[in-house]
C-alpha cells in the first residue's frame, strides 16, 4: 500500500488524538489530586484487580522503586490497600478500593463517556466496524512497540 498524504495526515490526526487524551487526563488527575498518570495507573488496578507491586511494576513498565512510591500515593488517599497474600505471607497484594476509586473518578468521566457514546452512535455499523479494527490494530501495534522497547 503506497503511503499518501492523506496517510500522513491521518497518522498525524492520531499524534495529536494521544497528545490531547495525555492532557486531558492530565487534567482530570490536577482534579482529583493525582497526576494524570497515576489516576491510569488506578486503572490497571480496577481493570486487573489485586495483584503484587512487582505485578503492577511489569504492567505500567514503573520500576519497583516507582511502584513502591505510587502504591505509597495512594494508599494515602485511601484508594488501595496492602494486604498479605494468604498464600505466600511473603508477598503483599494492592487491593483496589473500587468504591472509593469510582466515587473519585466517575464524575470527572462520565460526561465524557456520555459524549463519546453520542458520537460513536453517529456512525453506521460499517464505519464503528473500522474504528474497532483501527483502535485494536493500532493496540497491537502500540503493544509490539512497547514489547521491542522493553527488550
Excluded: C, W
Aim: aromatic share 8%.
Amino acid at each position: 500500500m503506497e503511503i499518501t498524504e492523506d496517510v500522513i495526515k491521518l497518522r498525524k490526526l492520531s499524534q495529536q488524538f494521544a497528545y490531547t487524551s495525555i492532557q486531558m487526563h492530565e487534567s482530570i488527575g490536577r482534579k482529583i489530586g493525582l497526576t494524570g498518570t497515576d489516576h491510569k495507573y488506578l486503572g490497571f488496578l480496577i481493570q486487573k484487580g489485586p495483584m503484587t507491586a512487582g505485578e503492577l511494576a511489569v504492567i505500567t513498565g514503573l520500576t519497583t522503586g516507582a511502584v513502591t512510591g505510587l502504591i505509597d500515593r495512594f494508599e494515602g488517599k485511601k484508594l488501595v490497600s496492602r494486604q498479605p497474600d494468604k498464600n505466600d505471607r511473603r508477598k503483599i497484594i494492592i487491593v483496589p478500593d473500587n468504591v472509593r476509586i469510582s466515587k473519585l473518578i466517575i464524575p470527572q468521566y462520565q460526561d465524557f463517556q456520555d459524549n463519546t457514546d453520542q458520537l460513536f452512535a453517529t456512525f453506521s455499523n460499517e464505519e464503528l466496524k473500522t474504528l474497532e479494527k483501527y483502535f485494536r490494530n493500532a493496540m497491537e501495534i502500540m503493544n509490539a512497540k512497547i514489547e521491542k522497547t522493553n527488550q
